[in-house]
């Protein structure tokens, strides 16, 4: 579970949202009070910044910190409001209570964790003033620690050095990051971790270095404990492996922040470490539950110490055990696997049952919290939200998917959480029942088609889970209706394309909001990071996929995506930027405003940094000059294409892959350069630009192992990723261009197994980019298919053996599209879709609906797939090009419509 996705979760329960607007009901005073003559105020998100108009800041600098706990915060924010009105400071601050507890909650990011103020002095002098005359203002207020910032003094003001204004650069992973400026001129990191540092070139003013020495000084006491290993950090403190003697046993330490690692009831976490320091201590003996040791105070800090149980997760089991996750699970293996679960599943229940039985509520059952050791037996940890029954407190905190909804109390929750591992150790979509409770009934009904269960193991997962009076969850009159028919719109033996393509598009433009000038459509959480235009994750990316599958396009909706692009700066970039934006304005015959935003951004300051990427960089920005040129006749666009191309190839070469730094894939890795290059191959003829185009696949592919049961995939750390993003079908897809043209390469060889990647038959997102979808348009896009005579750059000649290969792609394909049906979620009764997490719907290109039906349209009826993935890879603009003309030719046809 990625943790950042709770924050954009409160707001709305149906879609991803701003914090901003979740808190909006509980805004502090000073976000809307008068300032004086001079003064101006601006937003910035989560943040209300407040700054006197004749003061010029620096780009960067020492700047300071104010932390608060939710109690103190009013009276905090009044006296460094007035401080700052008084002395002429730059300031921001949060702007409400529900976003300060947002920040400091047990999975905010460490690095940010307790800023509530934030001040800008104007040179030494000033920080110096600031310090000293603030600080006695605040004596005595408490808050969170902040990490990543130093200490003055014992109050709650923290300061680092740091940036003014916003730029960016790219780190050693091709990420784009706030940065610095270096002696040099050069832009580096703004690195804002969970330790404070300083970089080495930095002004340090001396009372400032004088703080940083009695930081360093030795405190005492110290931990009576060797830590030997980090076992997870989060906001409320870390959890470590370590002994207290050399030849002793090993212990886990489980650390609590005060004030900090709140829960939704603003409880910290050295107030739930006591909590389970006593639940522990009365459960002690029981089997499954580790053994407690000790509870002490290192510091401000507190710490437990208990029994580290040996094993594995049983997220661990699960990965390593699931069948479904290979391309073909024969009945034996499911049914060796249905036994273990279950068996699982029952020494759970039995665990649960003796804990009840000495009066307590685990209140945090999900499989990372459960262990198997060696032996067999299994094992909880992590109590912490644990009860008494007879004084019962409902957890305020809780794994999604696995957290039982306010009408359960007591035991009910654990049996809530056990019918949920029900679910999720036979299809892990625990989230989809949380987001809409009805789908815990047709999961369940898959489960018992799918797995040899026994009989009644269902019921728990019907009784627990399925939507009752008394549950406490608030109806959604917009999810379930027509379910059934939705759900048979994709799980039928044959597919009903104009059908599915209505639904969709039906639901996507019931999602729409064009009287919100922040969005149009709602997406993935990167929408309030990335912005919410571009071709992943904004309009233009929606618009694409309905233009691209013939669905069609709402005026009002273009003329949204128009006069945003007119008033908002934007970034260069294909997928996130502002080159998506424009290719999609021609496409949809806005094409004015298509060349006047292309001309806004080659004004783009120099200091901008420019990847090779295909997502925000170079690569991607050579594409979309390629169609301008082709649109315009402009040949020095096309040039100008061939330039950011080959420079783009530069860097990756340069960096090489044994780094191992930069992502792999499509999106971020060597293999969108390489989709450049066999593009601007086909522009220009330019055979050094083929084997360029080679190289860099080849940087890609040395980062793929071949899995167990053959298949090609990435190796990200200590997983294996198929997928479009960041997986081995993105490379796959820059690969199959290539051999288009070269189909005598020596990475011809990988082809057949990056296709295997994307035939497993369970994938737990559906989306484009990093799901179902994304590999369901890659089997489509790259299946055997006749090439047209006469062709110069026409796709590589297919052997015998093709038609066996089509046969079989027929096959996977027909078995995704049918399993597509285990994510849909009925919205006003047409198809929609959950995106990355699964905790809320997306109609996004990239995670929701909209990639869903662009990879639906190439699979059925051979409309475009991603943007310069197949053939010569564009749209053509208008409505009546080719994508239009494909959607009325299958609309007309009048019956099922099988693959194009």
Known sequence: ?????????????????????????????????????????????????????????????????????????????????????????????????????????????????????????????????????????????????????????????????????????????????LALEDPDGRLVPDVRGAGFSVPDWAPVPDFVQEAIAERNAPQAPELPYTVERVLHFSNAGGVYLGRRDADGPQVVLKEARP???????????????????????????LPGVPAVHEL????????????????????????????????????????????????????????????????VVFGDLHPRNLIIRPDGELCLIDFELASPVDTFVRPALGAAGFTAPAGYTGPDIDLYGLAAIRLWLFLPLAQLPTLDAGKSIELADVIERRFPVPAGYT????????????????????????????????????????????????????????????????GDIAQFTQGSLGLSHGAAGVLYALHATGAGTDTEHVRWLVDAARGRPLQPGLYTGGHGVAYVLDLLGERQDALDLLHRLSHT?????????????????????????????????????????????????????????????????????????????????????????????????????????????????????????TG???????????LGHHPGSPTARFRTPIGRAAEPEFIIQPGLFNGRAGLLGYLALTR????????????????????????????????????????????????????????????????GSAGVLLALGTALAGTPFLPWTGGTGTVQAGPDGPAAEAGRHAASAGHPVGHG
């Open 784 to 847: 055997p298919h006749p090439s047209p005579p006469g062709d110069a750059h026409a796709p590589r000649p297919r052997t015998p053996d093709d038609a066996e290969t089509a046969a079989h792609r027929q096959t996977a394909l027909d078995r995704h599209r049918r399993l597509l049906a285990l994510h849909q979620i009925s919205y006003r009764g047409h198809l929609a879709f959950p995106g990355d997490q699964l905790l809320r719907l997306s109609a996004d290109l990239a995670t």
């Open 728 to 738: 081995s079908t993105g490379i796959g897809l820059a690969l199959d261009a290539l």
């Open 1 to 177: 579970m990625d943790n950042r996705y709770e924050a954009y979760a409160y707001a709305d329960p149906i879609f991803y949202d701003s914090p901003r607007r979740w808190g909006a009901q509980e805004e502090f005073a000073a976000v809307t009070r008068p300032l004086p003559a001079g003064w101006e105020r601006g937003d910035l998100e989560i943040w209300s910044v407040v700054r006197p108009q004749d003061v010029q800041l620096p780009a960067q600098g020492w700047k300071i910190h104010v932390s608060s706990c939710a109690e103190d915060a009013e009276a905090v924010l009044e006296q460094v409001h007035d401080y700052c009105l008084r002395e002429r400071i730059t300031f921001k601050f949060l702007r409400g209570l529900p976003i300060l507890q947002m920040q400091n909650s047990k999975y905010s990011p460490r690095g940010s964790s307790g800023k509530f103020c934030t001040l800008y002095p104007v040179g030494d002098a000033e920080l110096r003033r600031c310090l000293e005359g603030l600080g006695p203002l605040l004596a005595g207020r408490r808050g969170p620690y902040i990490l990543s910032d130093l200490r003055w003094g014992e109050g709650p003001l923290y300061l680092r050095y740091g940036g003014f204004a916003e730029r960016h650069c790219h780190n050693d992973a091709g990420q784009r990051v």
């Open 459 to 522: 019921a728990e997962i019907r009784r627990m889970l399925a939507p009752s009076p008394a549950d406490g969850r608030t109806p959604r009159p917009e999810l379930g209706l027509r379910r059934a028919r939705t759900r048979a719109l994709l799980s039928g033996p044959r597919a009903d394309w104009p059908a599915i393509r209505d639904s969709l598009a039906a639901g996507i433009r019931a999602m729409a909001t064009p009287h919100r000038d922040d969005r149009l459509f709602p």
């Open 296 to 359: 002490l105070t290192v510091w401000e800090h507190r710490f437990l110490v208990q029994e580290f149980v040996e094993g594995q997760s049983l997220s661990e089991w699960l990965t390593a055990k699931y069948p479904l996750i290979h391309p073909d699970a024969d009945d034996a293996t499911v049914a060796e696997y249905t036994r273990e679960a279950v068996a699982l599943v029952d020494r759970i229940g039995r665990i649960l049952a003796a804990i009840h039985e000495r009066g």
């Open 605 to 725: 300051p120099p200091d901008t940094p420019l990847g090779p990427d295909l997502a925000s960089g170079r690569a991607g920005i050579a594409l979309t000059l390629s169609h301008f040129a082709t649109a315009t006749g402009d040949h020095r666009l096309l040039d100008e294409a061939v330039t950011h191309a080959q420079a783009a190839a530069d860097e990756l070469e340069k960096e090489g892959p044994s780094s191992g730094r930069r992502k792999a894939g499509l999106m971020g890795g060597a293999s969108g350069a390489a989709l450049a290059l066999v593009r601007l191959y086909e522009r220009t003829g330019d055979h050094t630009l083929l084997e360029r185009a080679q190289t860099l696949l080849e940087l890609d592919l040395e980062r793929c192992v071949t899995a167990a049961d053959g298949t090609v995939q990435v190796l990200d750390e200590y997983r294996v990723l198929p997928y479009i993003e």
């Open 259 to 285: 004030h900090a690692g709140l829960d939704q009831r603003g409880v910290d976490a050295v107030t739930r470490l006591q909590q389970e320091h006593d639940m522990m201590t009365r459960l002690a003996g």
